[in-house]
C-alpha cells in the first residue's frame, strides 16, 4: 500500500535574543514569564523590531537547503484563539515564505523541500495532571513566546518512517553544522509528521520530541490507517497527538482549513528587502556542512564511507573529537580511532545515556587508550573491558589498566589451564572426537578465571599443547 509522508520541523534558532524583542531565548535558569515584555506578551501599542541575526541564520539553512531565497521579506499574521499566543495572532510568514523549493539527499533518497519560513515560537503550556486531551488545568510559561522558529516543509517524498527519520537524523547535523541551534536545549527540534496512505486523507500527528518517537507516531500511525482501510473506512483529515507512553496516536481537532486563519500581512513590520550582496555574504561565510565534511574526513584520514558517516551523522561533537585525536594530538591510525570510537566508544557512552560532549572522555585520554592496544600493552578484548571503566570515569586509561593489574593477583596462565583441563575431562575427551566447540569451551572458561585479560589465542596454544602432552 502506498504511504506518502510529509514533514514540518520546527527548529529553535540560537539566537540570543528574540525574534521581535530583546528578551534573552535562554530560559534555562530563569523563572516562568521573566523574559518576557509588552512586545512578546502582545501588549497593544507595542513595536516589534525583527532580530536580523535570525534573518541571516535562515538565510544560511535556506542555502544549504538548495532553497531559492525570496529578495523580499514580510511577515503575517495568524490568527488564532489559543493561551499560547497572548495577541491571539501569531507572527509568521504565509503568502511570501522567507524561501521556496529546495531538495535535500538522503541516501538515494531526494527529499524535496516544500518552503522555508520564520515565524515566533508560542508560549509553553503545561498540563498538569494528564496531557493535553485529559489535563485538570494548563499552566502558561511566555518565556518561549517570540523564540524565532525556523520552520522546514517538506513535500510528501518520504515512503516509510525509517526514511523519515533518516532525513531528521541528517537534516539536524546540517543545522548543528551551519551553528544555529543548540540540540542540547530541550524541544529545539519539533517534528510534525503527516502520513496518507492509498491516496487517502493526510492526518498530521503534532510536536513530537526525539527522532525515535517520530519514527513509532508514523510507524503507529501507518498500521492504524491500515486497519481503517480493510474495514472499508476512511482515516478523516485531522490532528493527531502522539502519546510516548502508549506510542499510540490520539484524535485532538478536525484539520482546520487555512481561510480559519485569517492571515494578513502584519502592519507593524515594515518588508525588508534582501540585497543580493547581504545573501552572497552569508552565503560566502557558510561553515563546512555535513556532505562535505563526510567527503573531506574519508579523504583525508583514509576512512571509509561508512566511518565517515556515522562521525558526522551521529552528533557533530563526536566527528570534532575524532578530528582532534587526529590532529590536535597527531594520533597515527585514523581509521583505528575510527573503529574504536564508532564501535565501543559510542556503545558505553549510549550505555551511560550521555553524548560526547558531556562526557568524561577526552581526547587526550583516549589516545592514550588507543596507546595501550597498539602497543600490546593491553589485549583488544580486556581493551573492550576497559573503555567501560573509562567512559564511566574518564580516569587515564594507563593508570586505570596498572589499578587493575595491581588488583588482581598475578595470573599463571599455565595453572589456570592445567585446573580447567582437570576439571572438564568430559570435555577433554568430546574435543579429542572431534568436537570444536568443546574447545571454545575450555577457552571460555579459562578467559572467565582470568578476568578477560588473558589472550584467546594464547589461551588456546595453551590448551592444545597441554591435552597433547598429556597423552
Ligand atoms: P499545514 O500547515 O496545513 O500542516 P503545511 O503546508 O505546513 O500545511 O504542511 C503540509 C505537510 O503535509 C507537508 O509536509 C506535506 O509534505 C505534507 N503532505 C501534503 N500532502 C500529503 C499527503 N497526501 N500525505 C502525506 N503528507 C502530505
Ligand atoms: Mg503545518
Known amino acids: 500500500m502506498e504511504v506518502m509522508i510529509g514533514l514540518e520541523v520546527h527548529c529553535q534558532l540560537a539566537t540570543r535574543s528574540k525574534l521581535f524583542c530583546s528578551d534573552s531565548t535562554d530560559s534555562r535558569e530563569s523563572a516562568p514569564n521573566e523574559n518576557t515584555c509588552p512586545i512578546c506578551l502582545g501588549f497593544p501599542g507595542s513595536k516589534p523590531v525583527v532580530n536580523r541575526k535570525a534573518i541571516d541564520y535562515g538565510i544560511m539553512v535556506a542555502t544549504a537547503l538548495n532553497s531559492n ?59 498538569v495532571g494528564g496531557d493535553i486531551t485529559n489535563s485538570k488545568y494548563v499552566l502558561i510559561d511566555y518565556n518561549r513566546a517570540g523564540a524565532p522558529l525556523l520552520e522546514i516543509v517538506t513535500e510528501p517524498d518520504f515512503k516509510t518512517p525509517q526514511q523519515a527519520r533518516a532525513f531528521l537524523e541528517k537534516l539536524s547535523s546540517m543545522l548543528e553544522h551551519i551553528g544555529i541551534y543548540d540540540p542540547s536545549r530541550e524541544a529545539s527540534l519539533r517534528v510534525d509528521s503527516n502520513v496518507s496512505i492509498e491516496g487517502g486523507n493526510r492526518v498530521e500527528v503534532k510536536n513530537i520530541t526525539g527522532f525515535a518517537n517520530v519514527e513509532k507516531a508514523l510507524g503507529y500511525e501507518i498500521v492504524r490507517q491500515r486497519g481503517l482501510l480493510r474495514m472499508n473506512m476512511k482515516a478523516v ?76 551523522y551521529t552528533d557533530k561533537n563526536l566527528a570534532d573529537f575524532f578530528e582532534e585525536c587526529c590532529t590536535r594530538y597527531a594520533y597515527k591510525d585514523p581509521p583505528h ?135
Open 69 to 127: 531565497i525570496a529578495r523580499r521579506m514580510y511577515f503575517s499574521r495568524k490568527s488564532y484563539f489559543y493561551p499560547d499566543m497572548a495577541k491571539n495572532f501569531q507572527v509568521t510568514q504565509y503568502e511570501i515564505p522567507l524561501a521556496l523549493g529546495g531538495y535535500v539527499e538522503v541516501g538515494d533518497l531526494k527529499v524535496r523541500i516544500r518552503r522555508v519560513h520564520m515565524e515566533e515560537d508560542p508560549a509553553k503550556l503545561s498540563y
Open 237 to 312: 483529515m485531522e490532528t493527531r497527538h502522539f502519546d510516548a507512553a502508549t506510542r499510540t496516536t490520539k484524535s485532538l481537532r478536525k484539520k482546520e482549513a487555512e481561510a480559519d486563519y485569517g492571515y494578513i500581512f502584519d502592519p507593524d513590520l515594515p518588508s525588508i528587502t534582501l540585497s543580493e550582496a547581504s545573501i552572497k555574504k552569508v552565503a560566502d561565510a557558510m561553515p563546512e556542512l555535513p556532505d562535505q565534511r563526510v567527503a573531506r574526513i574519508s579523504g583525508s584520514y583514509g576512512l571509509d564511507e561508512y566511518q565517515a558517516k556515522v562521525l558526522v
Open 337 to 471: 580511532a575510527a573503529n574504536w570510537i564508532i564501535n565501543y566508544l559510542l556503545k558505553s557512552l549510549n550505555w551511560n545515556m550521555t553524548a560526547i560532549k558531556g562526557s568524561k572522555v577526552r581526547a587526550g585520554t583516549f589516545i592514550e587508550f588507543l596507546g595501550l592496544i597498539d602497543s600490546g600493552t593491553i589485549t583488544e578484548r580486556y581493551a573492550k573491558e576497559l573503555i567501560k571503566e573509562y567512559v564511566d570515569t574518564g580516569i587515564s586509561p594507563t593508570e586505570l589498566a596498572e589499578r587493575n593489574i595491581r588488583s588482581t593477583p598475578k595470573i599463571n596462565l599455565e595453572e589456570i589451564v592445567s585446573a580447567i583441563i582437570s576439571s572438564n575431562r568430559q570435555a577433554v575427551e568430546e574435543f579429542k572426537g572431534g568436537n570444536a566447540r568443546a574447545l571454545q569451551f575450555m577457552i571460555g572458561q579459562v578467559l572467565a578465571k582470568t578476568n578477560k585479560q588473558a589472550d584467546p589465542n594464547a589461551i588456546k596454544e595453551l590448551i592444545l599443547k597441554m591435552i597433547s602432552e598429556a597423552k
